[in-house]
């Protein structure tokens, strides 16, 4: 995590991230965010009066797009003006103003709702002295892998009073509010920008840059040539037999929530849900397998309990750092 320190520790924030990684995204974002704000999330996933209870108790809001059904847009309205209570009290509040998540390591342009309900928030609330803004950016090694790192990039603030007094007069305030912060999120994300996206990623994985450093891959990326880089002539970069054995061994230790998640990966049709899926088996089904094999090691093997949980620390660490 980095730029903690930049975010205000009272005062109405708006937290705006980009979105790979679909669940994963906000996950990270809360733990690691010294605030507690809200968070708007689409409105497909509230499908009950036991999940709306739920996501209402862990301040999630719910946002409708027009692939929710035109003729349910009207709600959010009132889900604005709930956002804009929120800010209007000091509190803080999250949005991936991308509007939907996506793999890509590019930040999308981004949609109005976080620019209206900000000005929203200034009319109904003109004693506000301000509305600080915050990018962040959510970067992954790699989205998809088991293990792989993720880094959390809080940007500096924006103040959007200092905006939209700097704005000329004949500029939309919401389309200059979204142009700004896209900028400035750009900077605090790996951002691939233009043709021959394909080349650049691999280009950056040929060439191991941190894919968690938004700064060296964004400076990497500044120095892409396409004629210099051939990849028919570019190796792939390969495990270890190290790291294969460490894989290995947690594939036996784990072997049946990898069965059930071998399973249940090919249903899995977007990429972006491959790591929230994997997170569900992971906090539901690996605590309880390793419950009973501990339980068994202990009652019946007590010999080989210390060893096995030894070498189960050691090769989880190691496969840990080696990502």
Known sequence: MYGKEKIP??????????HPNA?????????KNPRDPYFLTRASVFGNKYLNAFFDRIKMLPIYRP???????YKNEAVFKKCEHILGKGNCLGVFAEGSHNIERRIRPLKSGF?????????????????TIIPVGLNYSDPTEALS?????????????????????????????RAFVKEKLEKVSVHVSGDHYNEKINYLNYSKVDLTNPESANSALR?????????????????????KILRGFFIVTNLIPYLIWRRLKPSVKDLEFVSTFRFAICMSLVPLNLLIQFTVLG????????????LYTLAFTSLKLSN
């Not at 692939?67 to 847009?73: A, H, L, T, W």
């Not at 620019?115 to 109904?124: E, K, P, V």
């Not at 009652?299 to 030894?310: Q, V």
């Open 223 to 243: 120095d892409f040539d396409l004629d210099k880089f051939k990849l028919s002539k570019q190796k792939s970069p390969s495990h270890s037999v190290f790291e």
């Open 149 to 177: 790192k993720a880094s959390v990039y809080f940007g500096d603030p924006i103040s959007v009073k200092e905006v939209l007094t700097n704005l000329p007069v004949e500029k939309k305030q919401a389309n200059a509010l």
């Open 23 to 31: 669940l994963i995204d906000p996950l990270l974002l809360a733990c």
């Open 9 to 18: 520790k009272t005062g109405s924030v708006v937290f705006i991230g980009n």
């Open 299 to 310: 009652l019946f093997f007590p010999s080989a309990f210390t060893i096995y949980i030894g």
């Open 67 to 73: 692939r929710d059904g035109k003729d349910q847009m």
């Open 115 to 131: 620019a209206r309900i900000i000005l929203g928030t200034l009319d109904s609330f003109p004693e506000l002295e301000d509305i």
